[in-house]
């Protein structure tokens, strides 16, 4: 028997996010598996960018939508960032492609976020979730930690540094 997801998404998490005068977005340091700190915790961020993308079924959720944004040590019932978006936005979203018939069938939220600053008290995950009903959507995790003496953490010198200003060889460019 296969299971039928009803809601789906995912979180890109990154260093910044720029809206661009096209209308695309631009990620900058996105992060792949960690947030590498040197420092001990707690710690303050300048900044944390992340991109949120949820999508629905429609018609099969009904209720309110509850953005919920986990920081390390929050309680499950306790986020530190949350915020309702009404079921009635739902009825208001259109599809994106009017000749498309799967538009028809999904509800799409993008969702691109700023934090600045933020306090992280502890190592752990950043969690997003939405809550629809008794239905939670997890849209991704990310760890953030102290580095430890097993990481293979390479600092990359900038491709602008002078050999004669820095005591480490040019960078040498990946099609060489």
Do not use: H
């Not at 890109?12 to 700190?37: H, M």
């Not at 915790?41 to 509850?66: C, H, N, Q």
């Not at 990359?156 to 960078?171: A, K």
């Amino acid at each position: 028997m296969s299971e039928t997801r009803n809601s789906w998404g995912m979180t890109f998490f990154a260093d910044d996010l720029r809206q661009e005068i096209s209308g695309k977005l631009s990620l900058i340091g996105v992060y792949q598996v960690d947030l590498i700190q040197q420092m001990d915790f707690p710690i303050i961020l300048p900044k944390l960018a992340l991109l949120i993308k949820y999508y629905e079924v429609r018609g099969t959720l009904s209720g309110d939508l509850s953005v919920k944004i986990f920081l390390p040590g929050d309680m499950d019932n306790a986020p530190t960032i949350s915020w309702l978006i009404p079921e009635s936005s739902k009825d208001e979203a259109r599809p994106l492609y009017a000749q498309d018939p799967d538009s028809e069938m999904l509800i799409q939220l993008t969702m691109p976020i700023v934090i600045s600053p933020l306090s992280i008290k502890e190592e752990g995950f950043i969690k997003v979730r939405i809550q629809c009903g008794g239905t939670i959507t997890r849209l991704g995790r990310l760890m953030i930690r102290k580095i430890r003496d097993t990481d293979s953490v390479q600092i990359t010198p900038s491709p602008i540094s002078s050999p004669l200003l820095s005591s480490q060889s040019p960078p040498v460019a990946p099609w060489s």
